[in-house]
């Protein structure tokens, strides 16, 4: 048996671009490796923040997110994804720059599990900030005439603080489920023929099974995408 060489490094299954934030990753986080069964390796873009991504959209930071994605590819990753569900509005530029799968936002999943459901549901999409979301972002990541609804999390206090601007790096979990099981009990109220949900920001996985039982509908998430992609890209089961 040939075993072919070429790369650095072997069995590595997905690659992540990730923005430079400092604040907690728990359980279930794309920037928490032991949430997956498989090799995960990193790559952080210095000085590429959340504000700049979604708050400034600074076009300086697509350079740089190509060449992480390239210098990824060279390390032997089988597909790569992003830490930022923002960066939707770069999934073209990547994919094109590399020759391997990737899927830079949980928001890919829309079009999909808009298919699960009946014509007369919505999706509903939890993003960091809606006012924010732009249909480049949308069309990024093929989400064309899918009947979705928008709720975003940039006027919940500690999420604002933490996450978006990055004032302190600690988070009280209990007070950011309070403020995202709000946000979503908000959306449904207002919109019940709601079907399923997709979480756009990566750190609202780790309340994905939490929110499930509150509320009883389907929960997809960057970390259910990557597990699936995964399989795909690396697979070991018939």
Known sequence: MILKGGINYYGITIGVISLESYFPKPDGHIKHP????????????????????IRERD???LKPFIEAAQELEREGVKAITGSCG??????????????????????????????????DQKVGVVVANSDALSEDHLKGVGIADEPIVVA???HQKQFAE??????????DMDLFYEEL???????????????A????????STFAPKLQEQFGLPIYDLTSLTRMVAAGADRQIA
């Open 59 to 61: 076009p300086e930071l």
């Open 34 to 53: 032991a949430s997956f069964d498989f090799p995960i390796m990193y790559h952080t873009v210095k000085g590429a923040t959340i504000d700049r991504l």
């Open 197 to 204: 949900i997709v979480l756009e920001c990566t750190d609202l």
């Open 162 to 171: 933490v996450i978006l601007r990055g004032d302190t790096n600690d988070l």
């Open 181 to 195: 099981s709000g946000v979503v009990g908000n959306m449904l109220e207002e919109n019940p023929d709601v079907g």
């Open 86 to 119: 923002f960066l939707a509005l770069h999934q073209k530029e990547i994919a094109d720059a590399v020759n391997v799968p990737v899927f830079m936002s949980s928001l890919i999943q829309v079009p999909l599990v808009s298919r699960f459901l009946k014509r």
């Open 152 to 154: 975003g999390m940039q």
